[in-house]
T-cell receptor, first 112, second 109 residues
Framework: KAGVTQTPRYLIKTRGQQVTLSCSPI?????VSWYQQTPGQGLQFLFE???????NKGNFPGRFSGRQFSNSRSEMNVSTLELGDSALYLC???????????FGQGTRLTVV | GQNIDQPTEMTATEGAIVQINCTYQ??????LFWYQQHAGEAPTFLSY????GLEEKGRFSSFLSRSKGYSYLLLKELQMKDSASYLC??????????FGKGTRLHILP
């Protein structure tokens, strides 16, 4: 059974640009959550999608958005990038009971 | 508000036992997760507790007391590869999984 796949693994972008990250969950998992991880703040919840609907949202500005497709793959978009957006972005694939949540390898975004 | 507290760092010796504590105050409770994260890597799932008591999985055990808002992760027969950060996370009633800032565990030979 394949794990959670995130692409790309690394990205370097310039301030003001936008970026799209992708996450393919474990087969059969309909929930995908996105997190931002920085050394100072730890893992911060961005949003969760379930069956193509945003089920939950964290406290991030509107520049951070996402969507989920019918095959459960999810994308996260950040517009007008700021230096402070440099972080490891992780997605987690969760079973329907909610009792297991597995992370992808993450996308390390550097904004210069 | 949501609050999950863990010690920032701990040090233990190879072959020994270490207990990493986690206390939480969250809006509702649906379960508690522990993850291991090596530097530069993604977190890996260790355990999920929803009922009070101890759950054992090989060298790792996780304990939960819902009335006290308290959990711990117990690591036995420590190995050098156990040097990592350990993250405590709570699934709250809003269906979010909220993470603590993690405990960095250093293992000395």
């Amino acid at each position: 059974k394949a794990g959670v796949t995130q692409t790309p693994r690394y990205l370097i972008k310039t301030r003001g640009q936008q970026v799209t990250l992708s996450c393919s969950p474990i087969s059969g998992h309909r929930s995908v959550s996105w997190y931002q991880q920085t050394p100072g703040q730890g893992l911060q919840f961005l949003f969760e999608y379930f069956s193509e609907t945003q089920r939950n949202k964290g406290n991030f500005p509107g520049r951070f958005s996402g969507r989920q497709f019918s095959n459960s793959r999810s994308e996260m978009n950040v517009s007008t990038l700021e230096l402070g957006d440099s972080a490891l972005y992780l997605c987690a694939s969760r079973n329907d009971r909610g009792t297991e949540a597995f992370f992808g390898q993450g996308t390390r975004l550097t904004v210069v | 508000g949501q609050n999950i507290d863990q010690p920032t760092e701990m040090t233990a010796t190879e072959g020994a036992i270490v207990q990493i504590n986690c206390t939480y105050q969250t809006s509702g409770f649906n379960g508690l997760f522990w993850y291991q994260q090596h530097a530069g890597e993604a977190p890996t799932f260790l355990s999920y507790n929803v009922l009070d008591g101890l759950e054992e999985k090989g060298r790792f055990s996780s304990f939960l007391s819902r009335s006290k808002g308290y959990s711990y992760l117990l690591l036995k027969e420590l190995q050098m590869k156990d040097s990592a950060s350990y993250l405590c996370a709570v699934w709250n009633r809003d269906d979010k999984i909220i993470f603590g800032k993690g405990t960095r565990l250093h293992i000395l030979p």
